[in-house]
Every structure is written in structure tokens, then in C-alpha cells.
């Protein structure tokens, strides 16, 4: 089974408005970290923002918020105010407790209209 | 604060041939893993380096290989180059040790393997 889940291969979003970009995530491990990066077409992964699976409130960081539903085991991926610059694939991925391998997800395409 | 650095950014080779790719981790990290990412996919776990040994394994065939030296820095080698090696290869770093670390991994810019 697929350890990360992105089911969105392309997204558009307008200038200004804000977007979800979906991931869901499998383990069985009580103990996970939940990871957001960015690719621009540069290659390198940027890093957004975390969760881990113990921490009650999702995470924020500026435009970047985490809607984590532990239950339905989704670390959906909300970018207010959308930007130009914020066109790029998005890779959702998860590193479990014992280790500290990271397990990505397909990713999602970000075109963001002006 | 300087960040994860890779060399070379990008390499042509040919089949059969061997390559090495070279990684220095994020200043204060003692940990790099390296990553395979071929076109339109997710990065794929080669292995992880923590006190110059290989402490985790992706599924990737022996050809690929590593070494971690004792500033930290990093090499993967491949050997018996084919085809289907063409990829991005991402070095990440963070402070170990392995299974203990709470550190996000930061990534370097990646060097892209093309192999004829």
C-alpha cells in the first residue's frame, strides 16, 4: 500500500484565492511526522511546514496552514492568498517514528492565473 | 547558515559507466540521505548515512552505493549505469541520530543524471 496518497495531479487556482492541495497517509506507527515541500521547476525541495501526529493544533506557517483530520488520516495542504511565485509541484511526504526515511507522495502541479 | 549543497548540478554518462555524486550537509547536521527522483514522481529513499555508517536502506540494487565522511559530507556511487538510473538525485540532511530525530530533512538544489 502507498504510504502518501496525492490524488490531484494538477491544480489551477486565481491570483488571491486560496487552494487545497489534498494528501492522505498510511502507517501504523502511533508515532509520524507530516511534511509539506515545494518544487520549483529549479528541482530543489523546498520545506513548507510540519505536523506531528501527537501535536493537537494544526500547524501554520504565514500563507501556509495544515488541516490535519488524524481520524481520516488526511495533512491537507491550504495556501491562502495565492501568488505567482507559488507555482510549482507540491509533495506531500511522511517520515514514521522509527526511522528517518521520508515517504513522498506522487506530488500535485500548481499553476497559480493571474 | 549555509544550507545543503550538491555537485555536480547535472552530469551526462553513458551506460555501463560508474558516477559519483557529491553532498555536504546543512551546517549543524550530522545526518544525509540520499533520494532518487525520476520524472513526474516523488523522491524514492536510496539510504541513509549517521556516523559514517549506512544505517537504512531504500529497495535499491547494490550498484548504489555510498560513503559518509567525517566532516559529515556525503557520496553516492553507481555503478554499471543503465538507462532507467536517468534521474534527479536529492541529498537531504538533518541531526540524527536515526530514529530519534525529530529535525525536518532539508534538501540540496540535486544533481540530474542523465544516462545515454
Known amino acids: 500500500a502507498q504510504k502518501i496518497t496525492q490524488t490531484q495531479p494538477g491544480m489551477f487556482v486565481q491570483e488571491k484565492e486560496a487552494v487545497t492541495l489534498d494528501c492522505t497517509y498510511d502507517?501504523?506507527?502511533?508515532?509520524?511526522?507530516l511534511f509539506w515541500y515545494k518544487q520549483p521547476s529549479s528541482g530543489e525541495m523546498i520545506f513548507l511546514i510540519y505536523?506531528?501526529?501527537?501535536?493537537?493544533q494544526n500547524a501554520t506557517e504565514g500563507r501556509y496552514s495544515l488541516n490535519f483530520q488524524k481520524a481520516r488520516k488526511s495533512a491537507n495542504l491550504v495556501i491562502s492568498a495565492s501568488q505567482l511565485g507559488d507555482s510549482a509541484m507540491y509533495f506531500c511526504?511522511?517520515?514514521?517514528?522509527?526511522?528517518?526515511?521520508?515517504?513522498f507522495g506522487t506530488g500535485t502541479s500548481l499553476t497559480v492565473i493571474p | 547558515d549555509a544550507g545543503v549543497t550538491q555537485s555536480p548540478t547535472h552530469l551526462i554518462k553513458t551506460r555501463g559507466q560508474q558516477v559519483t555524486l557529491r553532498c555536504s550537509p546543512k551546517s549543524g547536521h550530522d545526518t544525509v540521505s540520499w533520494y532518487q527522483q525520476a520524472l513526474g514522481q516523488g523522491p524514492q529513499f536510496i539510504f541513509q548515512?549517521?556516523?559514517?555508517?549506512?544505517?537504512q536502506r531504500g529497495n535499491f540494487p547494490d550498484r548504489f552505493s555510498g560513503h559518509q565522511f567525517p566532516n559529515y559530507s556525503s557520496e553516492l556511487n553507481v555503478n554499471a549505469l543503465l538507462l532507467g538510473d536517468s534521474a534527479l538525485y536529492l541529498c537531504?540532511?538533518?541531526?540524527?541520530?536515526?530514529?530519534?530525530?525529530?529535525?525536518?530533512?532539508?534538501f540540496g538544489p540535486g544533481t540530474r543524471l542523465t544516462v545515454l
Open positions: 511526504a511522511m517520515r514514521e517514528g522509527t526511522g528517518n526515511q521520508f515517504y
Open positions: 537531504a540532511s538533518n541531526l540524527g541520530p536515526p530514529g530519534s530525530s525529530t529535525d525536518t530533512q532539508y
Open positions: 548515512y549517521y556516523e559514517e555508517e549506512e544505517r
Open positions: 502507517t501504523s506507527d502511533p508515532s509520524y511526522g
Open positions: 505536523q506531528g501526529s501527537y501535536d493537537q
